[in-house]
């Protein structure tokens, strides 16, 4: 069964960090570009980033360039996004994703509340 486990959310005053991680299982993970997406309540998915199967190459959305940096570890299994210097929009649910764009959800995400 392939499972993806996204953990590490929270509640942050803006200009905080956090760590997202999200493991992969039931699948050969280094085969995959993975992604980060994040959704809000009444809008579509929000493509934040990707990075290839070899992690050599990561990008970004402008809205979170310079802020945010994914990155994976194929011995874990793991993809991570490191968060800093957080601002209120960057609230919502987090997820990762299979593909370099992909916004396909398959775990229950975990939440980030930006807020003072």
Request: charged content about 15%.
């Given at each position: 069964?392939?499972?993806?486990?996204?953990?590490?959310?929270?509640?942050?005053?803006?200009?905080?960090?956090?760590?997202?991680?999200?493991?992969?299982?039931?699948?050969?993970?280094?085969?995959?570009?993975?992604?980060?997406?994040?959704?809000?309540?009444?809008?579509?998915?929000?493509?934040?980033?990707?990075?290839?199967?070899?992690?050599?190459?990561?990008?970004?959305?402008?809205?979170?360039?310079?802020?945010?940096?994914?990155?994976?570890?194929?011995?874990?299994?793991?993809?991570?996004?490191?968060?800093?210097?957080?601002?209120?929009?960057?609230?919502?649910?987090?997820?990762?994703?299979?593909?370099?764009?992909?916004?396909e959800r398959w775990g229950q995400?975990?939440?980030?509340?930006?807020?003072?």
């Amino acid at each position: 069964e392939v499972q993806l486990v996204e953990s590490g959310g929270g509640m942050v005053q803006p200009g905080g960090s956090l760590r997202l991680s999200c493991e992969a299982s039931g699948v050969t993970f280094s085969n995959y570009g993975m992604s980060w997406v994040r959704q809000v309540p009444g809008k579509g998915p929000e493509w934040v980033s990707g990075i290839n199967q070899s992690g050599s190459q990561t990008l970004y959305a402008d809205s979170v360039k310079g802020r945010f940096t994914i990155s994976r570890d194929n011995a874990r299994d793991s993809v991570h996004l490191q968060m800093n210097s957080l601002k209120a929009e960057d609230t919502g649910l987090y997820y990762c994703a299979f593909g370099i764009y992909g916004t396909e959800r398959w775990g229950q995400g975990t939440q980030v509340t930006v807020s003072s």
